[in-house]
Structure formats: structure tokens, C-alpha cells
């Protein structure tokens, strides 16, 4: 974003804006979680100044996964996932119930609680999967129920969620696919590159509805693969290495070079 289109869509001399103070203190504000608008880059589009916005997301994401890794070094029984969902209820229930709420590093506390319901209802399910899967159409029917149990904001904020995990993960749970199962996965990619190609294609190539999304549908599927091929996959088998190294460790084995 900073240093490919911010270098494209600045106002002034690229090489200007590549080199300068602002574009790495960007850089860095980005990588924290952090990011603003950069001066010129999207300003008289259709959403202006919005780069990306679908990364609001991961500093709350970022903080899931710190709160339940730091509750499973404890332990790692289901009843300290059990406690952090109960916590996220609360909490959601509370914020909604007296309309308050703050921020910190980027974080909105009521939809932290809010998606920790969606995180730690996904992790319990998770953990009890033996528990529930034989009977994972009486819980589907559950969580179909709770989507529409929506009288009030508190319902829609906490039942509609943890409705909305129960399908997804039953659902993904319960079908499976030999196309691309454990070859590749470019959901996270095109969850990052969505918003500026759409941006983009709307403002530069077609306002037409459905062209569109269709042009921006297959740009986000090369780029996801693209992401996968050369970023993610790599780390991922990084990642792979360092954990089998770890678990020769724990056996007494001697380590490889």
C-alpha cells in the first residue's frame, strides 16, 4: 500500500514520495496497525482516502489471538475457551445494554467483545468437536435461530454472532472438497487485496454493478494466489520447519543443521 500504491497515485514525484520521511513513517504506521490516509492516494474517489479498508479488523483479530494463546498457556482445557467466550458475552451484552465504549491502539472494546464471541465460540466449538459433531444439525438448527432472533441490538449483537459462527463452522465442518483442500488457500489474500482493486476498478474501469464485481472478483482470486504462492506459503512452511525442530527437541533428538 505504501510503496507500490502510494508511488502510483501520489500527487507529486514518485521518486520524491518513495524516498521520503513520510512514506516510511507510513510504512511503519501500517505494519503497527496504525495506517492512515496518505495525501493524494485515493482522494477524489468514490470512497475517498480509504486505501484499505478491510484492515480495521486486524488489530482486534491480532488481539484474539493473544488473549486465547495467553489463556491456553494456563491451560488447555475447554473451560478456560469456555471462560474467555463467557467473557465475550458479557462484555458485548454490557457494552451494548449501557451504550458505552472506547478505543485503544485501534481496538474498539465493544466489537472486540463482539468478534470475540465469533473467535472464541469458533475455538470452543473447536476443542469440543467430539461433543457436538454427532449431533451438529440440532446445533445448525441452534445457530440458524439465534441469526434470526434479532428483536434488539443486544440479541443481534450476541446471539446473531455466535449464530453466525455456529453455521459457518458446522458448515465447514461438515463438507469437504479435494480441489484445492490442503494445496492452497487464498482466502487471506484476497480478504487483503480486495478493497483497493475494487476501489480501483470502480473508479478507473466500470461503475456498473455487476461488471464490476466481476472484474474485482477475478483480480482479488489471481492476487490471493499470488499472495499465497510468494508470502504466505513460504512462512507457512518456514513456520512448518521451525515446529518440527521443536518437537525432535522435546524427544531428545539431536537437532538437524
Same mark, same amino acid.
Given at each position: 500500500m ?53 484492515l ?8 484474539c489471538?493473544?488473549?486465547?494463546g495467553v489463556?491456553?498457556? @494456563?491451560?488447555q482445557s475447554?473451560? =478456560? ?7 465475550a458475552? &458479557? $462484555?458485548t451484552?454490557?457494552? /451494548?445494554?449501557?451504550g ?15 468478534f ?10 473447536s ?6 459433531y ?6 445448525l438448527?441452534?445457530?440458524v ?7 434488539s ?8 454472532t ?7 463452522a458446522i ?16 482466502s487471506y ?5 480486495? @478493497?483497493?482493486?475494487?476501489?480501483? =476498478?470502480?473508479?478507473?474501469?466500470t461503475?456498473?454493478?455487476? &461488471? $464490476?464485481m466481476a472484474?474485482? /472478483?477475478v ?6 494466489y ?6 504466505e ?9 521451525t ?15
Open positions: 505504501t510503496y507500490v500504491l502510494g508511488a502510483v497515485y501520489t500527487s507529486g514525484s514518485k521518486w520524491d514520495y518513495v524516498t521520503s520521511h513520510v512514506a516510511w513513517v507510513t510504512f511503519l504506521k501500517y505494519s503497527l496497525f496504525l495506517g492512515q490516509a496518505i495525501p493524494g492516494v485515493f482522494a477524489n474517489y468514490i470512497y475517498p482516502n480509504a486505501m484499505n479498508g478491510s480495521w479488523t486486524l488489530p482486534i483479530e491480532c488481539v489471538y493473544i488473549a486465547i489463556a491456553l498457556s @494456563f491451560s475447554w473451560k =478456560v475457551v469456555l471462560a474467555l467466550f463467557v467473557g458475552v &458479557l $462484555g451484552a454490557l457494552l /451494548v445494554h449501557t458505552t465504549g472506547f478505543a485503544f491502539y485501534g481496538v474498539p472494546l465493544n466489537y472486540l467483545c463482539m470475540g464471541i465469533c473467535f472464541s465460540g469458533g475455538a470452543l466449538l476443542v469440543t468437536k467430539e461433543t457436538w454427532p449431533n451438529r444439525w440440532m446445533l438448527t441452534f445457530g435461530a439465534c441469526m434470526f432472533i434479532m428483536p441490538a443486544l440479541e443481534y449483537s450476541v446471539l446473531g455466535f449464530g453466525i459462527a455456529i453455521v459457518v458448515i465447514g465442518e461438515s463438507f469437504s472438497e479435494k480441489l484445492i483442500n490442503g494445496k492452497f488457500d487464498i489474500g484476497i480478504y487483503i487485496y480486495a @478493497f483497493p482493486i475494487q476501489q480501483i =476498478v470502480i473508479n478507473k474501469i461503475h456498473r454493478f455487476w &461488471l $464490476g472484474i474485482s /472478483v483480480l482479488a482470486l489471481v492476487a490471493g499470488l499472495s499465497y504462492h510468494f508470502v506459503k513460504p512462512f507457512l512452511r518456514k513456520g512448518r520447519k515446529q518440527s525442530s521443536s518437537n525432535i527437541a522435546v524427544v531428545g533428538l539431536p537437532q538437524p543443521d
